[in-house]
């Protein structure tokens, strides 16, 4: 692969005047796709994978909504629905949101966006996918051969020593999968520092750049913790090792410290690449600058590193001790400062902007408004007292999915619409993005506001029968689930219809600025023609000079042009 | 801005060597703090029941041979002083001294390996393995084996991790002998050597922390 | 990184990389001393420290293992930018392990309780 691509390196600018020569048809055939060390084809190898689990863990949550319509436990067994819930959670935290911006839309633009060929380490690229795809390949194995009942947490003793089935499998699955976070964050920290443009210093990245290097800290120092602590959960099972068991004096709390140090941290894997999205779409549809550049990029940081020190709160109801659930719930709260700068800072550039509402704004305002409510309600949980009363209820159910869903599932499909030009050359029809948007928006609200109420009444999570009289709110949840399944439908066939017919995508179909609305759509196999000199800001918006910025070489402006 | 050509040790993604070989580095640097990170869940998790059963840990702590804990500190630092030279010599391109400082580091680790089988045969043969063959008698037996537990998650994962180390030469030594190294361009080999060294670190912890607990004294203050 | 390189001329010169090489004798300084810090070592585990031995035997670690870093893994040549991220690992740890431990040192319910631990050692 490397030589080949050293030798084609002279000729791709030879190639230039030859329009059609891009990183989806210089090659052809399986072998080009699985063995490809280009950044932006191993991206869309995760796009299509995390679609399969996306789909995985929907089809678990259809089943959840379906058993949830009526009060009694008609549809699955108690079994199966522990077997769902997990599933569910499982497929779509490790599979689907953990890499969903990283490593589809990441992938695909972080070097591009830096000016650089490729990512620091193209085969580390390839073997991240690699890892994913055998963990994934396990947690299926897992819940095929007879699924996993321990719910996405894995908490012990009952993974360890009550429940069925291989867990063992789907523990492995999922360590195996964590290397794949890993070194995408190693490839991405190096890229970042070591492969940038002349001229791309650090305060002219895009915000977008500022948050990946953000998640990849968190990759790099947070998932090996969960790695060896699911490790030490499958020894327990298989060897009965005794550290997390309490016949022996074991202690399964200190599962939760273990698997919170890394979770909680990995709820902003989740979330501070959607913040990235974010930025790029809010500063493109406002045409301005965005306000307090250095404010959300350091925010970007300090999110990064306060998160690893709020775990406790997922334990205030464990055997933990007052004391640190006060100094976690203290030091929880000082993490709603820097989220709220940028909540803040997207709105003050909204302010006076010259607003328009395509289809990736319509998604970004989804989001400012749904992780709003997510993020506020989270305090309510890191109040002690309320959490006494909130912990283990549809509250918290409905906290982090409007977080998780609200917030980054809407900031993924709204960088995917953004950059979905530039990824397949194509545009899809406006009129059905917009519907389904409305339509995600619309049905989300439906399914997950009400489990707020319910949560509040005390309807506890994860069980199949409740009372009568929490019906009528189950039931708008499942109406709700309806429409959003609906809106994702319309989704799936408004993008997949683009590929078939969509019009052909100019380079920068927004009047977006970045180094990736610089070049083709799609890009040339090497991105760049020759290495981009950057002599301008990310969201030099205000002027007008700069619209079409002229790079140190004479090629890439030339690639504005077409 | 230099053309492609020159070296062919060059990927074709890098501007120069330069930022190859600093790309590198750092990868690796970051590459380690991962591997930190997943020792350290490790020992957060020993820390907690050592606070916990310290009685139980120091009796298990008892029945570790000082010798050979000590004889291994020793064999993986010297380990780690050849490999040390192996990076000098490749940064000054002597293939022929880095060949030999690799087979030294080479021998050395599957030294410490040997000694670490004996140690687990004993155990064995004492009936101190948790899951395998634990046969303890004592009203701490339950904390003991949590001890005895981390002993084996500890060192075993630090023995993987010369294993893997072992191999990573393996596949090094046919590239040194071709020559694919130069004072240029060498990071492969120096990049080992900082596993390498990580590795030694651990046990550089590993050692007293289960060694060296409680041991009775010989010398009073 | 798999094709086979010819010896290239040095045309990068000297100045190609950082770290500079260091002499053999600093080398064998280090490992002389790391050898030295290991018998030290295991010779305070026979000295009655009392409760300080467990800080003992780690600051000797932890010398050790900044020896390597510095020396063998030529941080100390490092550019600052190195120096952190040969750090955060091990702040990152450091976290872990106080806020795991205030939960564990803070439970009143639990033995032992922080005096008797203490007593303990
Ligand atoms: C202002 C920011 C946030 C605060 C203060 C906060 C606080 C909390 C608290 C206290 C809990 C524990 C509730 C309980 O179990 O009783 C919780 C649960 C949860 N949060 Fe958040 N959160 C915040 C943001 C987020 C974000 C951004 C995400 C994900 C993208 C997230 C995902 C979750 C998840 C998945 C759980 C439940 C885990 C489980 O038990 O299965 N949170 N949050
Ligand atoms: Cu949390």
Redesign the interface.
Known sequence: MTTTSTTEAPSASGHHADHDVNYLNNEYGIKSWLLSLDHKRIGLLYLIMTTVFFVVGGIGAALIRIELMTPGGDLLEADTYNKMFTMHGVAMIFFFLIPSVPAVIGNFVLPIMIGAKDVAFPKLNLLSWYCYMVGGGLATFAIIAGGIDTGWTFYTPYSTTYANGYVSVALFGVFVNGFSGILTGVNFMTTVHKMRAPGMTWFRLPLFIWAQYATSLIMILGTPVVAITLLLVALERVFHIGIFDPALGGDPILFQHMFWFYSHPAVYIMIVPGFGVMSEVIACFSRKRIFGYSFVAFSSLAIAVLGFIVWGHHMFTTGQSIYAGMVFSFLTFLIAVPTAVKIFNWTATLYRGSVSMESPMLYAMGFMGLFLIGGLTGLFLSTMATDIHLHDTYFVVAHFHYVMVGGMVMAYLCGLHFWWPKMTGRMYSEVMAKTSAVLIFMGFNLTFFPQFVLGYLGMPRRYHVYPDEFQILHVASTAGATVLGIGYLVLFICLVSSLINGAKAGPNPWGAKGLEWMIESPPTPHNFHETPVVTFEAYAYEEEDTLLPVPGDGQTTGAVSH | ?S???????L?????????Q???A???M?????????????????Y???R?????AFIEGSNHLP?FWG?LN??VL??S??T???AV?AA??GRAKSLFNWIISTMVLGVAFLGIKSIEYADKYHHGLI???NFTYDSPMA??L??FF??Y??MTG?HALHMIIGIGLMIWLIPKIR????????YS?IENF??YW??V??VW??L???LY?????????? | MDSTVEHSSPNHGGDHEGPHIAPMRMYVAIVGLLFLMTAITVCAAFVELGAFGTPVALAIAVFKASMVVLFFMHVRYNTPLMWVFAGAGFFWLLIMFSLTMQDYMTRDWETPAPIEFLDLL
């Open positions: 801005m053309s492609h050509s020159e070296n062919p040790a990927q074709h993604h890098f501007d120069d060597l330069k930022q070989y600093e790309a580095n750092m990868g640097w970051a590459f380690l703090a991962q591997e930190i990170m997943f020792f350290g869940g490790l020992f957060s998790g820390t907690v029941y606070y916990k059963y310290l009685a000082i000590a500190t020793v630092i010297a780690s002083f490999v040390a030279m000098r940064q000054l948790p899951g395998a339950g904390q084996k949590i537990s981390f084996f998650v994962m071709r020559g694919a190294f130069t004072a240029e361009y492969p050597g900082l060294h990580f030694d670190i550089i912890f050692f007293p922390l060296l607990i409680g041991r009775e004294p010989w010398i009073q203050l």
